[in-house]
């Protein structure tokens, strides 16, 4: 197991420069960089006066101004060296500055990551809350009116887009056309601060609730009909029906026998939907409901060629999504003794 685990340790090095250089070699060949969205403003900035401010702005922007600002974000060195400096910083957990923004890539993905959290957590907890104990009820009641309709609501529920049905929650329930029950904007009210414990926890879900209820309503199908699927192949094993023959409640063959072999499958994309709850982005939900995460963060960081941000978070969502990797594999051993990885080979 050892020997195993360090060489996917080792294989997570070529996997983590392989994506870096290749967004970095591609960033090399996309138009508008960050000096280019310098000028940009700035010509904006100075064209109240019509074409003659735009003139003028360029022109200030002068061949020394423009060394300088090349020089301020180390466009002035060979593209190599900017790569391993870039590797070096990595390799010391550095994220680097965000050109535009001027903070540290670390101070805004900590700045972000409360919301991605929120909805991450929530989600992840609200899904598989839902869906595990309504997938082995669905297997227990296989072909049953219950089955049928219950399968019917979670597929209906997994074919609306979740920015649709966040509008569609809007206009129900948040002042557009009809109620105004639920906040639109942020993840907790202005006096937020002011309140005492119970009230900030109810004021936090009341802003949630819509969210949450876009992205836990598309998640349900996957979990729900893999849990109903493997639970209605472990019933018809033969173990199951030996179990059976020995006089065994129904209820302890579900719980004693079944639910250890069927909970396999969904252990192994537990700790990827744990991770990827958190990091995936929400991109059209945060812009709906006027929450400030990780995806917006990401899409406004490419939108507005912020290198340092762009390349700092795929450093860390992948390096996260390569552990996660590894822990999933890791658990099958927790979960069947009969997995042995250090054996391969053997």
Request: proline share 4%; with cysteine; glycine share 8%.
């Amino acid at each position: 197991m050892a020997a195993y685990i360090l060489k996917r340790l080792l294989l997570m090095v070529p996997t983590l420069l392989g994506a870096l250089t290749i967004t970095f070699i591609v960033m090399q060949f996309v138009p508008g960089g960050p000096i280019e969205q310098i000028m940009a403003e700035a010509r904006v900035g100075q064209g109240g006066a019509g074409d003659g401010g735009a003139y003028k702005a360029g022109r200030d922007l002068d061949k020394k101004q423009l060394e300088e600002l090349k020089k301020l974000y180390g466009f002035d060195k060979p593209l190599h060296e900017r790569y391993f400096d870039m590797l070096a910083s990595y390799a010391r957990f550095d994220l680097g500055r965000s050109f535009l923004q001027n903070k540290q890539v670390w101070d805004l993905i900590k700045e972000k990551l409360p919301v991605s959290v929120s909805l991450g957590l929530w989600t992840f907890l609200l899904t598989y809350l839902v869906s595990v104990p309504l997938g082995v009820a669905k297997a227990v009641r296989e072909g049953s009116r219950f089955d049928t309709l219950s399968t019917a609501l979670v597929l209906l529920g997994y074919a609306i887009p979740g920015f649709v049905l966040g509008l569609l929650l809007i206009v129900l329930f948040a002042g557009g056309s009809f109620w105004d029950w639920f906040p639109l904007r942020g993840l907790t009210s202005d006096n937020w601060d002011e309140l005492a414990w119970p009230a900030r926890i109810r004021d936090y879900f009341w802003h949630l609730a819509l969210p949450l209820a876009c992205l836990a309503i598309g998640s349900f199908a996957s979990v729900t009909m893999l849990t109903r699927n493997t639970f209605i192949e472990e019933v018809r094993k033969q173990y199951v029906l030996v179990a059976r023959a020995k006089g065994l409640s129904p209820r302890r063959v579900l719980y004693k026998h079944i639910f250890r072999n069927a909970l396999i499958p969904l252990v192994t994309g537990f700790p990827a939907a744990f991770i990827g709850a958190f990091f995936a982005g929400a991109l059209l939900i945060e812009t709906l409901f006027s929450l400030d995460g990780l995806g917006l963060l990401a899409y406004e960081s490419v939108v507005r060629r912020d290198y340092p941000v762009v390349l700092g978070s795929l450093y860390l969502f992948t390096l996260i999504a390569l552990v996660t990797k590894l822990v999933t594999d890791l658990t099958y051993v927790l979960v069947d003794p009969r997995v042995q990885f250090g054996a391969v080979g053997r």
